[in-house]
């Protein structure tokens, strides 16, 4: 094997990496932030609130930087304090993002324009920003877009939220072709995944039991089954993938059909 290749050492030892997952307080983001923190990277939260308990792995604590990533001078003091710290920025993951169910035919014009904001704006200023310090320093970096299966199919109550992730994915093909080679641009698209939000869209404990009985893996995702690919996708075991979305979603949903049709 050549002397560069990173089959020779540990390539998921994030040890001397930094990364900067966004809105890491809770939910799926809190999960990969931990995740990287057990690899050795040193990881910066952030949110518009500082969470009682920071995110912990490898036994150390994650490092909380309060922004709104709607804004983008809260952005560049982000990564500003990100680099002050730890001297550079390997990884960012663009993770902050959500909606709550909305009627599609009477939600304001106000709420769409948040929601777009939140999922679709706020990841391309976060994506630049990182840019700027990725593409100069030796290394590059890698930005991981956490994408849903809500854009991949139709997402009745929901429909801001849902159009935002499919132009997600597209901005992730766009920002993979701009950015190589320096910068590496991957979308990780999370099917149904069980947080502290999961009551809100599919109801309690038996509701979440049966929703996940419908996905051929047997279960909705655990946060962890996200976080892992994020890892991956980081690592140079991905030195070849860029542009491109990695689907995670257990296998998908079964077709109406087969349950209407008769045998």
């Known amino acids: 094997m050549a002397e560069h290749d990173p089959r020779r050492s540990d390539p998921l030892n994030f040890g001397g990496k930094a990364v900067i997952v966004t809105g890491g307080a809770r939910g799926i983001g809190r999960v990969i932030a931990e995740t990287f923190l057990t690899a050795g990277a040193d990881v910066v939260i952030c949110g518009r609130n500082e969470p009682e308990q920071l995110p912990a792995g490898g036994g150390r604590d994650g490092v909380f930087v309060a922004a709104d990533v709607r804004d983008p001078d809260q ?77 991949t199919r139709p ?15 597209n901005l992730t093909q766009t920002l993979g072709l701009e950015f190589a080679p320096q910068v590496r641009v991957v979308c990780v698209t999370a099917g149904m995944v069980v947080t502290e939000e999961a009551h809100l869209f599919y109801g309690d404990e038996a509701g979440i039991a049966a929703v996940g009985a419908t996905v051929p893996i047997g279960r909705m995702a655990d946060p962890s089954d996200i976080a892992d690919v994020c890892l991956f996708a980081a690592s140079p075991l991905a030195r070849y993938i860029t542009g491109e979305q990695i689907i995670v979603h257990g296998g998908g949903e079964k077709p109406a059909y087969r349950d209407a049709a008769t045998s």
């Open 75 to 151: 952005v560049d003091a982000l990564v500003a304090a990100t680099i002050d710290r730890f001297g550079r920025l390997d990884v960012l993951v663009n993770n902050a993002g959500g909606s709550p169910p909305a009627d599609t035919a009477t939600a304001s014009p106000k709420f769409t324009t948040a929601i777009i904001a939140l999922n679709l704006v706020a990841p391309l200023t976060c994506a630049q920003r990182a840019y700027a310090v990725m593409k100069d320093q030796p290394g590059g970096g890698v930005i991981i877009n956490i994408g849903s299966v809500s854009g």
């Open 155 to 169: 997402n009745p109550g929901s429909a801001a939220y849902g159009a935002a992730k499919a132009g997600l994915v």
